[in-house]
């Protein structure tokens, strides 16, 4: 990004904007050059206000087969709930997930038999990825660790208008290993960070195991579910040719540099998992792939120089596909302008058949069909976010 083009645009904003502040209520003025500076420093840093932290916490044991299905099927839902949510100053959130398992024997007993599997992150096909590579097997569930380790490890930042979550799903007691969760669910609720907890199993056994009192310390939400219930999906008139489209929307990408053809490899092989899973998920993904929340500017070249993240004359010709080293910048740009053109039109397309796929569910889906996982999540996401000043349209 030229550093002339930010300075000049940064002080336009400044001169036309009072405040700041992503979800928070309107607060108290500031002059232009206060705003100048604090406004460059975080183009700087790369931070954003308007961001949603979610640490999903899955236990891995031999039990939680079912649990670890119904994640993989409903991430989908998660991330089309926040396309639609805006802040208190109608700016979109961006969402970042990190993801931990434990409980699992092939996991070291020196950690606790926890794993961070992937820190926060904005990279859907990565998160897909990483739910997609869980495996159960037996061990020792020690609740407060690790949720003392996620708040540890993680970049949860200090922004008091970030929504920042943890989802910890299990079904052993939350009381078992040395460290108390309490003194854990306490660390989370000085940081600002929601505990909420999902046990795998009776909801009065949940109650008696603690589960209930490990989100109340933090007015989190306390969620019982039947983990090994089969996620039903809803068949539509409309899932066939939103996969269609996908397969279109995936022709609209140019990989560039060095992570290029590997990423077009794992989006290709992410619409795969979820086709494997259901129809409905892989509509579930396509949808989400049609949102403002999946950006890829680290490897394709729409996006990149949408986002100002590279030019197009500052780009070597080993970096590009083979069918573009022999053009010209304004024929790459060009090209470039065509897929975007492209791209937008099929995301429309996939977002207004959304609309009428949600209606159709709508009107044929019974409360007791929907995931279990989904019900839980969703509920508390919606509820939590409202206290950020977060809406939804």
């Not at 589960?211 to 939400?221: C, H």
Request: aromatic share 6%.
């Amino acid at each position: 990004m030229k550093k002339s083009k930010l300075l000049i645009g940064l002080s336009l904003f400044c001169l036309t904007t009072m405040s700041i502040h992503a979800c928070a209520p309107e607060k108290e003025k500031k002059n232009n050059a206060t705003l100048l500076v604090e406004a460059i420093s975080k183009e700087e840093k790369k931070e954003a206000n308007n961001t949603v932290k979610i640490a999903l916490l899955l236990d891995t044991s031999n039990s939680m087969d079912g649990l670890i299905n119904q994640a993989k099927a409903q991430l989908w839902d998660i991330v089309n709930k926040f396309t639609h949510a805006k802040c208190g100053n109608d700016v979109q959130p961006s969402l970042q997930i990190a993801l931990y398992q434990y409980g699992n024997d092939g996991l070291s007993a020196r950690e606790g038999y926890i794993q961070q599997v992937l820190g926060f992150s904005d990279d859907l096909d990565e998160i897909s990825e990483k739910l997609f590579s869980l495996t159960t097997n037996g061990g020792e569930e020690f609740c407060g660790a690790v949720i003392h380790t996620s708040l540890k490890q993680l970049e949860w930042g200090k922004n008091p208008d970030n929504l920042k979550m943890i989802f910890i799903a299990g079904n052993e007691p939350f009381t078992q290993g040395k460290l108390n969760y309490k003194d854990a669910v306490a660390n989370a609720k000085e940081k600002d960070i929601v505990v909420n907890t999902i046990f795998c199993g009776d909801y009065e056994q949940g109650i008696h195991t603690d589960w209930k009192n490990g989100a109340t310390l933090t007015g989190g939400e306390y969620m019982a579910i039947n983990h090994n219930k089969q996620v039903v999906h809803i068949a539509t008139p409309y899932d066939k040719v939103i996969i269609e489209l996908n397969s279109k929307l995936n022709k609209t990408y140019i990989s560039y540099g060095s992570l290029g053809q590997a990423k077009m490899k794992l989006q290709s092989a992410q619409d795969m998992n979820a086709m494997e899973m259901e129809e409905g998920v892989a509509v579930k993904r396509a949808v989400s792939k049609s949102s403002r929340l999946y950006k890829n500017n680290s490897w394709d070249l729409v996006d990149a120089v949408e986002d100002d993240i590279i030019e197009v004359d500052e780009i070597s010709k080993e970096q590009l596909p083979q069918e573009l080293r022999s053009k010209s910048d304004t024929e790459i740009e060009a090209y470039i302008v065509e897929k975007k053109t492209e791209r937008n039109r099929i995301q429309m397309e996939i977002q207004e058949l959304n609309k009428k796929r949600e209606a159709y569910i709508a009107k044929n889906q019974k409360e007791e069909t929907k995931g279990e996982l989904e019900n839980a999540m969703i509920k508390a996401i919606t509820r939590q976010a409202e206290n950020k000043n977060y809406k939804w349209e």
